[in-house]
């Protein structure tokens, strides 16, 4: 199982980015999943995440600008992000609590990471 980002980029303040994360591999079901961001000499902190049903929540700091959706059929999941800052500068991490199930090792949930896409938001 692996995930893969992509949609980072360099853009102005005020502009946008659409960021995916694709889950592949054997995968029985995928519960939560979501997006943190890690700004250089801080620490990787959770920027939002969505149940498999779609309820979402939110870092106070992205509430109104970023939304986060998933596509099941796919195994995908979306950040839109509108109205970045320069704060926003980060590498964006994607995450999903996966459930494989094999004969030997029967049914388990690990949470997946992604290998991180970058954000740069100019000033």
């Known amino acids: 199982v692996q995930l893969q980002a992509s949609g980072g980029g360099l853009v102005q303040a005020g502009g946008s980015l659409r960021l995916s994360c694709v889950a592949s591999?054997?995968?029985?079901?995928?519960?939560?999943m979501g997006w943190y961001r890690q700004a250089p000499g801080k620490q990787r902190v959770l920027v939002a995440r969505i149940t498999s049903g779609g309820m979402t929540n939110y870092a106070d700091s992205v509430k109104g600008r970023f939304t986060i959706s998933r596509d099941n059929a796919k195994n995908t999941v979306y950040l839109q992000m509108n109205s970045l800052k320069p704060e926003d500068t980060a590498v964006y991490y994607c995450?999903?609590?996966?459930?494989?199930?094999?004969?030997?090792?029967?049914?388990?949930?690990?949470?997946?990471w992604g290998q991180g896409t970058l954000v740069t938001v100019s000033s």
């Open positions: 591999g054997t995968i029985f079901s995928i519960n939560d």
């Open positions: 995450n999903a609590d996966i459930i494989t199930i094999s004969r030997s090792s029967g049914r388990k949930m690990y949470a997946y």
